[in-house]
Structures are given as structure tokens and as C-alpha cells.
């Protein structure tokens, strides 16, 4: 008998798929029935969700893995039906998630605590005797100079100190910003984290000797449950913490004035934004290309609708930032010109997005409570727009949203203005089993110092006022500084919506339909109407060389949305249904609008937390879209003597997408 011929690898793939999506199938039917609703029923069908997606995380690493170099025999449309499995798979899996969560958000009534130390649900009552125990630590730590590691530690950069688990350190100076300039029994010195320390007791030693080492002792820094700091391998954390260093002098001074409480710090996530351009929104909406550099990664055409192909993504959702309670206060000699809450994807070791900012607005009866989307005349500017969507299709385990208060001030005596961080949080968006988390409001409490320190409160006075009794630490928690988002799940028609933009973006939703236009105009230049795919020539094209601007501008975006709500109001219905004529008008649109704006010697620069060159530009906007608006169009005011515009090369009109990939690549 002949022996069975072995199937091909991905025709053995697709068949193992096509088995699990009737175990899908199967699991969806099952979960329908009646008898679904009992306890029991519910965590078999939770495990089962388990299970599944555990084998369908084993095949998509399978498919990554696979090439037409594997095939024995030639296989025709190999990336098509690659491309097919991999939609299957992402398909099974936001079945799976959809499942999970609409079965945990029966079963799970928790409240979040991410502050480090915070009260939870089932802890003892004995707390106050351990803060009474850790403040006799801190004495300790303030008296003594002596240290053991508690684990190992590898120098990451020049100036760094390596030590071993169980050293002795000498402790010589003690920055702010948790890394310790130490000496070593050799008589090396160098910085450390403070994480990794524990202070020495000679007489703990000894006894712990006797007893033996029965247990490691496994540290990291941790930024909030379930995530760990790992080491630094990004190496904008390290020209951040030079920058945050170098600021530490400014802290200090205004901590000591009694200007800001102890727990604010120099803004993390303002540095990463001044470092360059790889955390600003206008990078991520470029379109990235694959790994061979012959074809784009996230932007693909779709012929059956004469558009670009969506596409989704592991995370899509929508999230509300409701309000901010018990910030402190910050002292008499300093000015806030902004509040505002700066957030962003991390992992516990690097930033994986863009960091959107939303400022905040407040009342001076309850100046500690910050709150977001305010009732305004008009359009809501996209700056203060608290609904917001995030997307992402990284698969670490870890990921989550680091969020960060923060305000934007200047010091009465020197003029210096600065910005500081008010406090952080991260919440993680899947539990241990890769599940998501529930979509509903979350309460969680902030941590003081920077992202990288551990145990640092915003306001250390709120717990020193604590007392022992059940009553009082109740009351303790209340008063401690808060942030309350709310996580919301996608109806069909948001999701539709999101999935048309790329894998990775974090914005406003009153500006989606706008990025959705930018999207498509993208995929009508370079993949639809483009003469050669590997044509790399400079493509004439004023919105797309321009759009990105409008997201380090919002108020220019915010006149394109004023201008682009008036036309659309005019239009009929079977207008709105017709995709080539929206793209058309909106081109007039903008051109009618962005474009005179942009090169407008009258509107100042923008400068973040100015206020009067804000008004200043908003009076320049304003009375520029009541021309439009009066003369039916943008052309007898650019034609006008009064209207000054800056001269432009036409080299800024032309679209160069493989320069604008080198850019974001250097």
C-alpha cells in the first residue's frame, strides 16, 4: 500500500482553523441555551473560551512562521489566502473575547485600585500597623547609608552600577528621581534604582542566614497590577530621565516653597513628546510598509468596494474620560495655564502609540476636581473632547494605558514655565488569560513620582492623616487623588469606522470621520490611481502633504470640522451615500479652508498653554470662516489686499511617502 501523502503546511493549517471555527461555532450555539445561565455552565464555557484561544494563538504563530519556501509544490494566490487565515483567526478571536467579557461582566463586580499599596477588597484590617512599619523603614532609610540588593542589576548605559542579589551597597546620594548614586565594596560607584534595594540590617541578616534562603526573591519596578518595568531597552527612557534630571532642581525648589506638592514631578510623557516626532499622532498616520519595503503594511486596497480594506485590530475601543478628583493644589506662586490628562499604550517597558492629550477644565468653587467635554456654543473643540478611540494590534500581554496628569505653569518671581506631572496610573486591558478587561467605568487612584518610581504618593499629608479605625482608612481612600475613564465597546458602525484606520492611533472621536477621508484619499493616490507600485516619485498632492499638520494644530482642525459640518448640512441625502462625491466636495472643503490657514502670515504660531496667542489665532480663524461663509468661498479672500500669506515652496504642496517613512525612521 502506498504510504498517505502529508498535506502541504498551510493547507494543513487551514484545516486545523476550519476545526476550531466550528469549535467557535459550537461554543456561540452552546452559550445561547437556557442552561448557559447557571454558575457552573458559565466558568466550563469561560475555560473553554480559554482553551480556544490559547489554539488559535498557537495557529496564528504558525502562520507567521510559514513561507511559500515551505511549500513542496507551488501554490497559487499564497499570500491571499495567508492573508485569508490570518482575518479567520482575528475573526475567532473577538468572537472568543466578545464571549468572555460578556460572561466575566456577569461574575466580576471589582473595583480597581491600580495606586501601588491602595486598599482592596479582602485585605486585613491591620493596615495602619503596616504604614506604622513602613514609616519606621523610612527612618531607617533616612539614617542609615548601608543597602542590599534584592536582586540582580546589569549597567544599561555609561554611569550605571552593577551589583549582584545580596551585595552591600553605601547609598551617597539619594535623587528624586529613584536612581541612586551608590559605591560598592570595591569601591565603584555608580547609579542604581532604588527598587532594587532593601536597607541592611545586620542582626535581620544573621537571623535570615540561620533560616536559609528558601525563596527568591523575584524584583522589578512595578508601574501598577500585573506590570512590570523590565529593563530598559527603549532608549528614549534614558534621554528622558536626563531630561527629568535636569529638571529635578526646579522640583525641589517648589516642593520646598510649598509650591507643589511632593509627589509631582517633572512630565514624562512631555519629554517623550519633545524628544521628536515618533510619539506625535501625524507619525502613526503615515502608512508603514512591510518587512521586504515593496508593499504597505496597513494600507491595502479593496476591490470589491473601491476602497481601502479594513482592518482589525486586537485593541478597538472607545474610551471616556469623565472627570479628576482630589488633585492637590499647587501654591500661590506659581501660575497654571493648563490642566490636562496626556495618555498613551505602554507595556511596562516602552510607549507603543501615540500620546494623545485632553485638556481639562475646572470651576473655582471645586478647584480639585478636573473634569472633561464641557458644554460649549458650537463645535466642541477636538483639545477638550473627552471621547476618545484607541487602536492597537500589539500582542504583548502586558499592554495597557498609562495615563498622566499633568498642568502647564509659569513661576511668578522668574517667568520660568514648566510642566509637571500631577500623579499617573496604568490600567492593563487584559487579565492574566489574555480576556479583556470589562467595558465599564473604572475608579482608579493615582501614583505620585514618575512611571519608573515605586511607592510614591501624590499628597504623602492625605495617609499621614490617616488614623487605625476601619472608619478613618475608609475615608483616607476617598480623599486620595483619582481619575474615573470609562471603557466602552463598539457598536457595528463605530467599528466599521475605526477599522478603516491604522493598526496603531490614539485620537479624538469628533475627528475620526476627517482621518477616515485622509485614509481613503491616501488609498486613492497611492494604490488606486498610481501608475507603477514601484513608482518612489514625488506625488502632487497639497491634503496629504499638509493633513498631517492639522493634528499638532487643533484648531485649525477644528475649522475644517466647523467648515465640513456646514457643507455637509446642505447636502442630500443620496449626496452622502455617494463615497467618490463626499471625497470630492471634502477636497473643496479643504481647500477652501486648511490651506489659506496654514500659510497665513496673520495667525500666529502655535504655542501650547498660551492663552493669548490661542485667542489670538481663534480671532484670526474665526473671522477668516465668516468670509468664507459670506463670500461663498475662500477665493475673494486670498484674492483680497488684506489677506498676507507666506510665501511656500511647491515642494511643501507634493506628497513623498518614502520620505516621510525615512523621516519617522530616523
Given amino acids: 500500500m502506498l504510504a498517505r501523502r502529508q498535506r502541504d503546511p498551510l493547507q494543513s493549517l487551514q484545516r486545523r482553523n476550519q476545526e476550531l471555527k466550528q469549535q467557535v461555532d459550537d461554543l456561540l450555539s452552546e452559550s445561547r441555551l437556557k442552561g448557559a445561565l447557571e454558575a457552573s455552565k458559565r466558568r466550563d464555557i469561560y475555560q473553554r473560551c480559554i482553551q480556544l484561544k490559547q489554539a488559535i494563538d498557537e ?57 501601588t499599596g491602595a486598599l482592596t477588597e479582602g485585605e486585613d484590617d491591620d493596615s495602619s500597623a503596616e504604614e506604622d512599619e513602613e514609616e519606621e523603614e523610612e527612618d531607617e532609610e533616612a539614617t542609615s547609608g548601608e543597602y542590599i540588593a534584592v536582586g540582580d542589576f546589569t549597567a544599561q548605559q555609561v554611569g550605571d552600577l552593577t551589583f549582584k542579589k545580596g551585595e552591600i551597597l553605601l547609598i551617597i546620594e539619594k535623587n528624586p528621581d529613584g536612581w541612586w548614586m551608590a559605591k560598592n565594596a570595591k569601591g565603584n560607584k555608580g547609579l542604581i534604582p532604588r527598587t532594587y534595594l532593601e536597607p541592611y540590617n545586620k542582626e535581620e541578616d544573621q537571623e535570615s542566614s540561620e533560616e536559609g534562603s528558601e525563596e527568591d526573591v523575584e524584583v522589578g519596578d512595578e508601574t501598577a497590577e500585573g506590570a512590570e518595568v523590565k529593563q530598559r531597552t527603549d532608549s528614549h527612557w534614558s534621554a528622558v530621565r536626563k531630561a527629568i534630571s535636569e529638571q529635578i532642581n526646579t522640583v525641589d525648589v517648589l516642593t520646598t516653597m510649598g509650591a507643589i506638592p511632593a509627589g509631582f514631578r517633572p512630565s514624562t510623557l512631555f519629554q517623550l513628546l519633545e524628544e521628536g516626532n515618533q510619539f506625535r499622532a501625524s507619525y502613526f498616520l503615515q502608512p508603514a510598509l512591510t518587512t521586504s519595503q515593496l508593499a504597505f503594511r496597513d494600507l491595502m486596497w479593496d476591490a470589491k468596494t473601491g476602497s481601502i480594506r479594513s482592518r482589525p485590530s486586537r485593541v478597538s475601543l472607545i474610551l471616556t474620560l469623565w472627570s479628576c478628583k482630589m488633585i492637590p493644589l499647587p501654591g500661590a506662586s506659581i501660575q497654571v495655564l493648563s490642566r490636562h490628562v496626556r495618555f ?92 479583556p478587561i470589562p467595558a465599564k467605568t473604572y475608579e482608579l487612584f493615582l501614583n505620585g513620582g514618575t512611571p519608573y518610581e515605586k511607592g510614591v504618593e501624590v499628597d504623602p499629608s492625605v495617609s499621614r492623616r490617616a488614623h487605625g479605625s476601619v472608619f478613618h482608612q475608609m475615608m483616607t481612600v476617598r480623599r486620595q487623588p483619582q481619575l474615573l475613564v470609562k471603557l466602552r465597546s ?138 468664507n461663509r459670506e463670500n461663498e468661498g475662500a477665493l475673494q479672500a486670498l484674492l483680497s489686499p488684506a489677506g498676507l500669506h507666506e510665501p511656500f515652496d511647491i515642494s511643501e504642496q507634493t506628497y513623498d511617502f518614502l520620505g516621510e517613512i525615512r523621516k519617522n525612521a530616523a
Fill in 59 to 115: 495557529n496564528k504563530n504558525a502562520l507567521q512562521k510559514l513561507s511559500k519556501a515551505d511549500e513542496p509544490a507551488p501554490v497559487g494566490s499564497y499570500d491571499q489566502k495567508k492573508e485569508e487565515e490570518h482575518n479567520l483567526l482575528d475573526k475567532l478571536t473577538h468572537q472568543l473575547q466578545e464571549l468572555a467579557v460578556s460572561i466575566s461582566r456577569e461574575n466580576v463586580t471589582e473595583i480597581i485600585f491600580c495606586r
Fill in 344 to 435: 498613551c499604550l505602554f507595556d511596562g517597558n516602552k510607549v507603543l502609540s501615540n500620546i494623545h492629550t485632553v485638556r481639562a477644565t475646572w470651576q473655582p468653587k471645586t478647584p480639585k476636581t478636573w473634569t472633561f467635554s464641557p458644554q460649549v456654543t458650537g463645535i466642541l473643540p477636538c483639545l477638550l473632547d473627552g471621547d476618545c478611540f484607541i487602536r492597537s494590534n500589539s500582542s504583548s500581554p502586558d499592554l495597557g494605558i498609562l495615563f498622566e496628569l499633568g498642568i502647564s505653569y509659569i513661576r511668578n518671581s522668574t517667568g520660568e514655565r514648566g510642566e509637571l506631572s500631577c500623579g499617573w496610573v496604568f490600567l492593563k486591558l487584559f487579565d492574566a488569560s489574555g480576556i
Fill in 490 to 627: 463598539l457598536n457595528r458602525r463605530s467599528r466599521n469606522m475605526l477599522s478603516l484606520l491604522p493598526e496603531t492611533l490614539i485620537g479624538s472621536m469628533c475627528s475620526v470621520h476627517l482621518l477616515i477621508f485622509y485614509r481613503q484619499i491616501l488609498g486613492d493616490v497611492l494604490l488606486k490611481d498610481r501608475m507603477s507600485m514601484h513608482s518612489a516619485d514625488l506625488i502632487s498632492n497639497p491634503v496629504l502633504a499638509t493633513f498631517p499638520k492639522l493634528l499638532e494644530q487643533p484648531d485649525i482642525m477644528d475649522a475644517l470640522r466647523s467648515s465640513w459640518a456646514e457643507k455637509e448640512s446642505t447636502l442630500k441625502r443620496s449626496d452622502k451615500r455617494d463615497k467618490e462625491l463626499l471625497k470630492a466636495v471634502f477636497l473643496l472643503v479643504y481647500h477652501d479652508c486648511v490651506l489659506p490657514l496654514l500659510h497665513s502670515a496673520l495667525l500666529p504660531p502655535f504655542r501650547w498653554a498660551e492663552e493669548e496667542t490661542e485667542a489670538a489665532r481663534w480671532k484670526v480663524i474665526a473671522d477668516f470662516l465668516k468670509q
